[in-house]
């Protein structure tokens, strides 16, 4: 079984459609600009259009800065919490025993007695 002519006309095909393709986008543009051309020359010939046109642009533009405004002035003036009440709360504590307070630790005995030893003549 040869694979030549299988690839022969598939490569064919993908060429045809290829240009099919880059025919198809060309009129879309054309289209686009022709169309872009006259609506240009619609609003070149029309005053009230052109009027319209810079009104709706300016109010547009007007609203966002607005928005923007009101926006920066409302994170800028934040209104003061309310005083927060002192809540105090009395605990007691109860009396405990005497505690013991670990400073060393040794694995050999001889090592911490000596320890205990140097710690209880620190004392005087």
């Given at each position: 079984m040869e694979i030549g002519p299988y690839l022969h006309g598939i490569s064919k095909g993908a060429g045809a459609l290829i240009q099919t393709a880059i025919c198809l986008a060309g009129s879309f543009f054309s289209f686009l600009r022709v169309s872009v051309h006259?609506?240009?020359?619609?609003?070149?010939?029309?005053?009230?259009?052109?009027?319209?046109?810079?009104?709706?642009?300016?109010?547009?533009?007007?609203?966002?800065?607005?928005?923007?405004?009101?926006?920066?002035?409302?994170?800028?003036?934040?209104?003061?919490?309310?005083?927060?009440?002192?809540?105090?709360?009395?605990?007691?504590?109860?009396?405990?025993?005497?505690?013991?307070?670990?400073?060393?630790?040794y694995l050999k005995k001889e090592f911490a007695d000596n320890y205990v030893s140097n710690l209880k003549k620190k004392k005087h």
């Open positions: 006259r609506v240009y020359g619609f609003v070149k010939e029309h005053e009230r259009v052109q009027f319209y046109l810079k009104t709706g642009v300016l109010g547009i533009v007007s609203i966002g800065l607005m928005v923007f405004i009101i926006n920066t002035v409302s994170h800028m003036v934040k209104p003061s919490p309310a005083p927060a009440e002192k809540i105090v709360e009395k605990t007691e504590i109860p009396v405990v025993k005497p505690f013991t307070i670990q400073v060393s630790a």
